[in-house]
């Protein structure tokens, strides 16, 4: 009834205005092209995302569940192959071949520990030609590993570059000598070919 023919303009001109939601800084003269919110409306908004928010130990506990969740299905996936839920390190074609190609072969390198152990035995012995006997399956043993290795790295190698020529193979081969030197039914995932088997 008082208000100004101005102030009348400017509200009609506001509610003309387009609603502009981007990111752009806003001219303070120019009209926003919404009413404002009335106190008690913006107070209710503002309570109702609060409520909806949940608290620091809430929040803690889900982040906790989730990861446990997690780790078991990672758990689940080691046992089981399945490729979804692998950890990064053991995802992906290349690194499956590389394990299948491990596994489907004999590899001197697993049987290093039961060897070491023995070697250790007797060398513990009170026995000069005893302890001579295992200083030089010692030396048998790591000859025989690395040659093993060398071997099986030029073959894996080789079947990568044909199988997979445009993916990324870094790291693979070295992935497969670490899994040659883990005892069969300790690896991690698990063996999915038999031995003699081609991958």
Aim: proline share 6%.
């Amino acid at each position: 009834m008082f208000r100004s023919r101005a102030k009348d303009e400017k509200a009609q001109a506001a509610d003309k205005a387009p609603v502009n939601f981007s990111k752009q800084p806003r001219d303070p003269q120019a009209p926003k092209g919404r009413p404002t919110p009335k106190r008690s409306e913006a107070q209710s908004q503002r309570r109702s995302v609060a409520n909806t928010s949940m608290t620091r130990k809430e929040a803690a506990k889900r982040q906790r569940e989730e990861r446990r969740s997690a780790l078991e299905r990672q758990r689940q996936a080691l046992a089981s192959g399945d490729e979804r839920y692998l950890p990064a390190r053991d995802k992906g074609p290349v690194r499956r071949f590389a394990r299948d190609f491990v596994d489907s072969r004999f590899n001197i390198a697993e049987f290093f520990l039961p060897m070491a152990v023995v070697i250790l035995v007797l060398s513990m012995v009170r026995v000069a030609a005893l302890q001579n006997i295992a200083l030089l399956l010692w030396l048998v043993v790591i000859v025989l590993i690395v040659l093993d290795s060398f071997v099986t790295a030029f073959r894996l190698k080789k079947q990568l570059n044909e199988r997979f020529a445009d993916e990324n193979k870094r790291g693979a081969v070295a992935y497969a000598l670490m899994r040659s030197l883990q005892m069969r039914r300790l690896r991690l995932p698990k063996p999915q070919v038999k031995r003699g088997e081609r991958p």
